[in-house]
C-alpha cells in the first residue's frame, strides 16, 4: 500500500512539474550536459519562432545562441562572481530566432548537479524587446520635453530683452 501511494505521489509531482514549466510566464529552456535540449517551453517557442517539436528532436543548445555566446553562458554558470556557484541571475544577452534574427533576454539560469556532477542547466528568460522599445521612447520623450523647456526659456529670455529695450524708448 506505501509503495503504491508512493508511485501516485510520483507521478503526481512529475506531471504538476511539467504543468509549472509549460505554464510559466517566462521562457524555459533546459539541456543536458551534452547541450541537447530537454525542456522547451510554448513560451521560448514563440519568442524564438520555433516549433517545441523541432527544437526537442533536432536542436543543440549552442544552435540557440549567437557565436559564442552559450560558452560565456556556462563560463558565467560556473564562477562564483555573477550569481554563485552554479547559478546566473539577470545575465542581459542575446538569442537567435529560427530566421537568425537575435533577441534580446534577461536570463536567470542554473546547473543541475548530481553528486557534484553536472547532468543539465535550466533558463528562464525574458524577452527584452518590448521593454528596450518603451526605454527608447521614454528616452525620445524626454529629450523632446528638454528642446520644448529650452525653447521656453529662450522665448522668455527674448521676450525679457525686447521688454528691456522697450523701456529706455518709452
Known sequence: MISDQSKSLQKLSSSFLHNLIVSAVDAV????????????????????????????????????????EAREVMRRLRSEEYGGRGKLKSYVTELKTRE??????????????????????????????????????????QMQLLQAEKMSSLGKLAAGVAHQLNNPLN
Do not use: W
Not at 33 to 38: A, D, K, V
Not at 41 to 62: F, G, H, P, Q, R
Open 100 to 141: 537568425g534574427q537575435t533577441v534580446p533576454i534577461q536570463l536567470n539560469a542554473s546547473i543541475i548537479y548530481d553528486n557534484n556532477e553536472e547532468i543539465a542547466t535550466i533558463g528562464f528568460f525574458h524577452d527584452l524587446r518590448e521593454d528596450l522599445q518603451m526605454r527608447k521612447e521614454l528616452e525620445e520623450t
Open 29 to 68: 529552456i533546459a539541456a543536458d550536459s551534452s547541450g541537447g535540449i530537454l525542456i522547451f517551453n510554448d513560451v521560448a517557442a514563440d519568442i524564438l519562432n520555433y516549433s517545441v517539436k523541432t527544437v526537442l528532436d533536432t536542436m543543440n543548445i549552442c544552435q540557440l545562441y549567437p557565436g559564442d
